[in-house]
């Protein structure tokens, strides 16, 4: 895994030391992603440079170092991902009569764009990845992201010149580049807790979405995103060609979970994964181990808290399966630590809490490997999220209730707190059967509550998925703008639950979780790999009727038949916990002070970006113990300390 960065500056006015210069600048900002090498590539007569830093994992050799000539010479590639099929690429350009100076899949890569195209290729690539590819005879640049967007790409225009990095702070290496924030996109930060696609914190800065490609010509000019794969399709394509017999789909999904974690195990240096205990993860341990000659390097983080703790439960998995499993119980005060850490880890506003426990379960990793394979998309594919299961459910059943007498019953849920519903349900739990118990039912109740209180489920839907639930009042002179999800409508043909899953599947998944985890893992020089996420895999998941992904009222039904053809059920039936941390209890506490200083209003009003009063309202509310406003108000903190970090930076530069 690496980093990428690079410009192009139509002006065509600088040495060739200045442009070497400059994208070695600005590829030293992403030395965490790639401390092992690190080179650039410039062609000062197309003001184009390009700069990279090499996390080493396929072929350690010098033969793998970047940007990479191809063999023609035509094309130059600075390159941040796996390709994970490129062995049964390679062997078929070599039948063809390709030559090749090393084995690293980035020189497979090239050699198969200049063979078979561009478009083509990432067809047939199976990875992740996120590239840009100069052609030296056409003189147009490349940027490409892979299928369900595992890896970064941010790219901008500022003046005539042309930006991209792997992170942020890359294109605020360059000297043209201009922070202006962007106020619709933090309008959207606030509904979602993350930036979505294509927007980011900057005016003028874009994601490159999933599955495109964007074309920047010499004289600077883009492209909009071209889609070379479209889950859209995928999924359509699926529906329209369902399984029908479960034995068989069960023994077809594990031949190809089994190929995919085979294809994600191979690499030059140590191998392990992360283990929750959970479905997923227990999925991908479960098919590494099968296919492993030795005990799996697996890794848990565990917590004091049961709430937040499935540290046994995983260990539990590991002894069955016979990993070398090593787990780590952390203190509020080791989670805390990693707070300050936050604004540089993810460069624009993030604020899923669980970026805490999956940077501290990726540091515990880290000291034993440098690869490690993960368990996301199983919920987006299979139907793991309590809004797959609620919310027909809740519509069917309340569908008969007029609006108001449904969004009054919502209301009654939140008379009480969630601290206040757990203990109400700890005192009655012993009366309830074990089938039956659940974990955090003050969270599920709040949940519930705004479920109720939507009027049909994309209504509903939208309010599970946002924390402010009217975001542009907070944010002083904002709108929000379009976004995936907003061109996704529901069509005719897909039921409520098909269409949350496949808006979770190219909104959530890639601005959320694999954010998440690329940011916490690539921070600690680690490469996370995702088999849930082989394209192959998405596209049988489209097939897979939805009676066999819900069933008894339970999510994933046809991947648990898989798993527990290698774990005892006993092992994984339990309430779904989630990855997570008691904001709410340690903004009472610990981090009063510090969020306090965040929020005073005095400080908002001079910033100018929130009105301060609705921000006062909850947080004083939670502090009184009348509202659970913990992730509302994490959202602005987090901002608030990003905000803080770069105007420390700024002074640094001589910029402000």
Same mark, same amino acid.
Request: charged share 25%; glycine share 10%; net charge neutral.
């Given at each position: 895994?690496?980093?990428? +960065? ?6 065509r006015?600088s040495? =060739? ?23 650039t ?23 793998? @170092? ?19 099929n ?36 990432v ?37 005539r ?49 999933p ?66 205990g ?13 296919q ?7 890794f ?13 439960? +995983? ?8 990993t ?7 203190t ?12 540089s ?5 993030? &604020?899923?809490?669980?970026?805490? =426990? ?24 299979? +139907? ?10 809740? @519509? ?128 600690? &020089? ?9 394209h ?14 819900i069933?008894?009222?339970q ?19 339990r =309430? ?5 941390v ?12 510090w969020?306090?200083?965040?929020l ?26 009348r509202g659970?406003?913990q992730?509302?108000?994490?959202d ?21």
């Open positions: 895994m690496c980093g990428i +960065a690079g410009f192009l500056d139509p002006s006015a040495s =060739p030391d200045d442009l070497s210069a400059l994208a070695q600048r600005m590829a030293g900002t992403l030395r965490h992603r790639g401390p092992d090498d690190a080179g590539w410039c062609d000062p007569d197309a003001g184009i440079a390009l700069g990279h830093r090499r996390l080493s994992i396929i072929d350690l050799s010098a033969e793998g @170092h970047q940007p990479m000539l191809s063999a023609s010479g035509r094309y130059v590639i600075t390159y941040n991902g796996e390709i994970y490129f062995p049964a690429l390679r062997k078929e350009l070599e039948g063809a009569g390709q030559k090749f100076r090393g084995g690293s899949d980035t020189e497979v890569a090239l050699a198969s764009i200049e063979r078979w195209g561009l478009g083509r290729s067809s047939r690539f199976n990875g992740m990845f996120a590239f840009a590819l100069w052609d030296r005879e056409t003189r147009t640049l490349h940027l490409v992201r892979d299928r369900l967007g595992e890896k970064p790409l941010y790219y901008g225009r500022f003046g010149t042309f930006v991209f990095g792997s992170e942020l702070k890359a294109l605020r290496a360059h000297p043209a580049f201009r922070g202006e924030i962007d106020r619709g996109a933090l309008a959207l930060y606030l509904r979602h807790n993350c930036v979505p696609a294509p927007w980011s914190i900057y005016e003028g800065v874009r994601k490159l979405p599955a495109s490609i964007v074309t920047v010509s010499c004289d600077g000019s883009i492209s909009e995103p071209v889609l070379y794969w479209s889950a859209r399709e995928a999924v359509g394509a699926g529906m329209a060609d369902p399984v029908t017999d479960a034995h068989d789909a069960a023994a077809e999904l594990e031949a190809l979970l089994r190929d995919a974690v085979a294809l994600r195990m191979v690499a030059d240096v140590p191998l392990g994964a992360f283990l929750s959970g479905v997923d993860s227990s999925t991908v341990v479960a098919l590494m181990q099968a492993s000659a030795q005990p799996v390097r697996t848990t983080i565990g917590t004091h808290d049961a709430r937040f703790n499935e540290a046994a439960e +995983a260990r539990a998995v590991a002894t069955h399966l016979g070398d499993h090593t787990e780590l119980y952390v509020p005060r080791d989670a805390e630590a990693v707070i300050p850490r936050i604004p880890l993810y460069d624009e506003p993030f &604020s899923d809490s669980s970026q805490i =426990p999956t940077f501290l379960v990726s540091e515990l990793a880290r000291r034993n490997v440098t690869v490690s394979l993960s368990g996301e998309g199983g919920d987006e594919l299979f +139907a793991g999220y309590n809004r797959h299961l609620w919310v027909r459910k809740v @519509h069917r059943g309340t569908g008969w209730m007029p609006g108001a007498l449904r969004r009054a019953a919502g209301r009654g849920l939140r008379v009480l707190q969630p601290d206040t519903w757990d203990s109400v349900y700890r005192a009655v739990a012993p009366m309830v059967p074990g089938k039956l118990r659940a974990r955090m039912v003050g969270d599920k109740l709040l949940k519930l509550s705004e479920v109720l209180g939507g009027d049909g489920p994309e209504e509903m839907y939208r309010s599970l998925t946002s924390h402010w639930k009217n975001p542009a009042a907070v944010v002083l002179g904002s709108w929000e703008p379009p976004t995936a999800a907003s061109a996704n409508g529901r069509s005719r043909e897909s039921g409520y639950v098909e269409w949350m899953m496949y808006l979770d599947m190219v909104t959530y998944l890639p601005d959320d979780p694999l954010t998440k985890l690329d940011r916490a893992t690539m921070a600690l &020089s680690l490469e996370a790999r995702v088999p849930l996420l082989d192959r895999v998405v596209e049988f998941a489209g097939r897979i009727p939805l009676q066999m992904k069933r008894d009222g999510g994933k039904w046809l991947l648990r038949r898989v798993l527990y053809r290698y774990v005892p059920p006993a092992l994984i039936e =309430p779904k916990i989630g990855f997570g008691p904001i709410g209890e340690w903004l009472r506490g610990s981090l009063r002070e969020a306090s200083s965040l005073d209003p005095a400080r908002l009003r001079a910033e100018g970006y929130f009105d301060p009063a609705p921000i006062r309202r909850k947080w004083t509310e939670h502090l009184a113990g659970n406003w992730y509302d108000l994490w602005v903190l987090v901002f608030q300390a990003w905000l803080e970090c770069q105007d420390a930076k700024a002074l640094v530069a001589g910029r402000a």
